[in-house]
Every structure is written in C-alpha cells, then in structure tokens.
C-alpha cells in the first residue's frame, strides 16, 4: 500500500508537473511564436537549443543545470545576492531543472500549431484593423487550441516521469525534493517490490491516460477540421 512518504512525494510530483507546464506555457508560447513566424537565417541554432533535452542524457543535463545553479554557478550568485538561498537541493530548482529538462514537449507543439495557421487568417484579421495583440488572442489562440492542449498534457507527463534531472539537482530529501520516480528507485533498492509496484502501475496507469487525452484531442480536432 501507498505510505505518507509515498504519499508526500506524489503530491510534490504533481505540484512539480503543475507548477512546470504553467511557466513552460506562458515562456514557452512566445518563443514558439518567434521560432513559427521568423525568417531568421540562423534560426536552426535556437531550435537545436530547445531540442536538446530529446537527446541529451537527463543525468548530463542535470549535471550541468546543478552547476548553474550551484554556490558558484552563475544562477546560484545572482540568487544569493538577492538574498534567497542557493536553488540547488530545493524544490525551486526542481522547477528550475524541469523547466529545461520539458521545453521541447511545449515548445514543439506550440511551434507546430502556429505554422499550420498559415498567414491568410492574420492577414484577414489585418484588413479589419485588428492589433497584433488582438490577432493573436482572438485569432491564433482559437486555431492553436489543440496544440496548446497538447502542450500542456505533454509537458505535464514528461515532468511526472523525470529522474535523472530531479535526482542530480534536488537529490532525495523527503517531503522537499523526492517525487514518485526517486521514490520508486528507493523502493526497489530495498527490495519492496510490492510498494514499487503501486506507485509503478499508478505511473504506468497515468500516463497511457495522458496519451489517451492527447491522441483523442488531435483525432477530434482532425474530425472537425475540413
């Protein structure tokens, strides 16, 4: 059965995962915008950027996420000389991890759903004397809502499943910084194989529902549109 620590480490696990796709979405929808709509030359350079996570190893990039916001990093001073304390081992810079460690689950749908908007609904919306502003809360976001659905199942279910990141930058304080996936690892490490199953099958039950959601979105959204 599912103890208090389990219990707490889910909660932190989704609180995490919440917390991660709000600021993933509100950072994550202008610079898929940009990537959509700019003719820059270089742009290739900032995708790669945002894509990294798809192929580098968690543990690589937590490493290098640990030493940004470790005492000496350079996140980690300009947190100390505003007077908080040091982000690594925090639940703080749990988000901070996941936020990079998810980018390209939001950042990627998001971009998809702008370019197959095309620019003729924006050009219409123009000809009415629309702000860009308004084109794009009245416009954009209407056509773009199966992606940002998809975006924010996406993001939220990555960071569910994360382990190498949290692990490397909040290692394992219960009830600060251990979610389901470390509480899992420890399960096993002490042999409580009826334990890791719960939460295992609890995980595994989770997100073939997420998948669900994100495969029944776009099949209607492809229904309805002609």
């Known amino acids: 059965m599912i103890s208090s620590t389990d ?27 940009w990537l959509s709509r700019s003719r820059w030359r270089y742009k290739f350079l900032i995708e790669a950027v945002v894509a990294l996570p798809l192929i580098l ?4 990039l937590g490493f290098y996420l ?11 001073q300009l947190s100390a000389m505003a007077g908080f304390q040091p ?6 810079g749990l988000v901070v991890g996941s936020v990079f460690y998810s980018l390209p689950f939001v950042v990627q749908p998001l ?16 000809t009415l004397r629309a702000s860009p502003l308004d084109r794009f809360l009245t416009v954009v976001m209407p ?14 279910a990555h960071t569910v499943g994360e382990f190498g990141v949290v692990l490397m930058i909040g290692g394992n304080i219960p009830g600060e910084t251990q979610v389901l996936s ?13 334990q890791a199953h719960w939460l295992s099958g609890g995980l595994l039950l989770l997100s073939f529902l997420l998948l669900i959601t ?9 229904v309805v549109q002609p």
Do not use: C
């Open 7 to 33: 219990l707490t480490a889910l909660l932190i696990t989704f609180k995490l995962a919440a917390i991660t796709t709000l600021v993933l979405l509100l950072l994550g929808t202008p610079l898929a915008w």
């Open 57 to 60: 190893p968690p543990t690589v």
């Open 111 to 126: 971009q998809g759903a702008f370019t197959a908007i095309g620019q003729r609904p924006l050009e219409v919306a123009a």
């Open 143 to 156: 056509l773009a809502r199966p992606g940002f659905l998809t975006a924010a199942v996406l993001g939220f």
């Open 214 to 222: 994100v495969y029944g979105i776009n099949r209607r959204f492809s």
């Open 182 to 194: 470390i509480a899992i690892y420890d399960h096993v490490e002490m042999l409580e194989y009826g």
């Open 87 to 92: 982000l690594a081992f925090t639940f703080t």
């Open 66 to 76: 640990l030493v940004m916001i470790g005492p000496h990093g350079p996140l980690g």
